[in-house]
C-alpha cells in the first residue's frame, strides 16, 4: 500500500501511436494522412496530421473501446449542437473505426493551451460554459454521461485502486459509492457536458479564448458538472486565487443532487489516475481535495 509508484500494480492508460492509427486509417479509407508534429498536453495523447490533397493541417485523437456510431451520437453530436450555437468547436472531418478503437480527426483551432487562468479568461470560459445550457434541448438521442460511482469506467474512474492503495483511499471509494447509491448513475438534463473542461483544453490568442478542444468524452447532462471539473483542475495550479475563489462561490450555488454526484466523480477520476499515474505522494492532495464537499 502507498509504493512509490502504484503503475506497476495497476496499469496505465496506453497512449496513441500515431503512426499506427494512421496507416491503419489509409488501409480502411485511402486517405494518406501524414504526421506533421506533436501535441503537448493530455494523457492519451494527439498529435498534428496533413491532409494530402490541401495541405491544411488537423488533430489526431483516437478512443480505445468505442464505436463510430457511439462517437457520432454522443461527442460529436454534442459538439456539433455547440457549434451551432457559434461555440469555437473545432470541426470534425474524420472519424473512422480501427479495430476496437475509433480515431478522429479534427479541425486545429489558433491559440495556445493556458497556463494560469485569469480572472479575464475566466469570464470568458463562464461565457462559453454558458452556451452548453440547453444546448441539447429535444434531443434525447445523445446519451447522458455516466458518473461510474458504483462500478469502473472504460480505463478511469477504476475503484480497486483506491480499495487497495491506502486505508484513506479505500474510505473515499466508500464514500464515493456511498453517494452512488443515493443517486442516478447519470447526471440528467439537457445541457452538454464535456467532461474534460479545463485550462489544459482551452485555447487563448491575445488573452482572448480562442477554441476549447478535446471533445471525446462529450454528451448529455448538466452543465454544472463542467464547473466542477475546472475546480479539480486548478486544485494544484493553474488558476489566480481570485478565480478559484469565485469558482467555488459559483459551485455553492449549485443544487446539491448535481454538485454531490459531480464531486463524486470527480474525486474518484484524480485519485484513481493519481494512483495510476503520478508518483503516490501526490494522491493524497485529490484525497484532501475530495474531502472537502464529499
Given at each position: 500500500m502507498g509504493t512509490e509508484n502504484a503503475a506497476g500494480t495497476f496499469p496505465r492508460v496506453q497512449r496513441l501511436d500515431a503512426a499506427q492509427m494512421l496507416a491503419a486509417v489509409r488501409?480502411?479509407?485511402g486517405i494518406k494522412l501524414v504526421v506533421s508534429g506533436a501535441l503537448e498536453g493530455g494523457q492519451v495523447g494527439?498529435?498534428?496530421v496533413r491532409w494530402p490533397d490541401d495541405g491544411h493541417e488537423s488533430v489526431l485523437k483516437w478512443r480505445p473501446d468505442f464505436t463510430v456510431?457511439?462517437?457520432r451520437a454522443g461527442p460529436v453530436a454534442a459538439l456539433e449542437a455547440l457549434r451551432a450555437r457559434g461555440y469555437p468547436g473545432p470541426a470534425t472531418e474524420l472519424v473512422v473505426q480501427v479495430g476496437t478503437a475509433v480515431v478522429t480527426v479534427q479541425e486545429l483551432l489558433p491559440g495556445n493551451t493556458i497556463d494560469v487562468l485569469d480572472e479575464q479568461q475566466f469570464d470568458q470560459v463562464l461565457a462559453l460554459n454558458a452556451k452548453h445550457v440547453g444546448a441539447l434541448a429535444g434531443r434525447p438521442d445523445v446519451p447522458c454521461n455516466v458518473m461510474y460511482l458504483r462500478h469502473d469506467g472504460p480505463g478511469y474512474c477504476l475503484h480497486e485502486p483506491l480499495r487497495r492503495f491506502s486505508a484513506r483511499t479505500a474510505e473515499l471509494d466508500r464514500r464515493i459509492r456511498?453517494?452512488?447509491?443515493?443517486s442516478d448513475e447519470r447526471l440528467q438534463g439537457f445541457d452538454v457536458v464535456h467532461q474534460d473542461f479545463h485550462p489544459g483544453n482551452m485555447?487563448?490568442?491575445?488573452g482572448d479564448v480562442t477554441g476549447v478542444v478535446d471533445w471525446d468524452g462529450a454528451g448529455r447532462g448538466d452543465a454544472g458538472f463542467d464547473l466542477v471539473t475546472l475546480r479539480f483542475a486548478v486544485h494544484l495550479a493553474g488558476a489566480e486565487r481570485r478565480v478559484v475563489e469565485r469558482l467555488?462561490?459559483?459551485?455553492?450555488a449549485l443544487p446539491e443532487d448535481v454538485l454531490r454526484v459531480a464531486w463524486a466523480h470527480m474525486s474518484l477520476r484524480m485519485t484513481d489516475w493519481a494512483i495510476r499515474h503520478f508518483p503516490s505522494y501526490e494522491v493524497g492532495t485529490w484525497v484532501d481535495l475530495a474531502a472537502e464537499r464529499l
Open positions: 488501409e480502411i479509407t494527439a498529435a498534428r456510431g457511439a462517437m456511498a453517494v452512488g447509491d443515493a485555447l487563448t490568442l491575445g467555488d462561490a459559483l459551485l455553492d
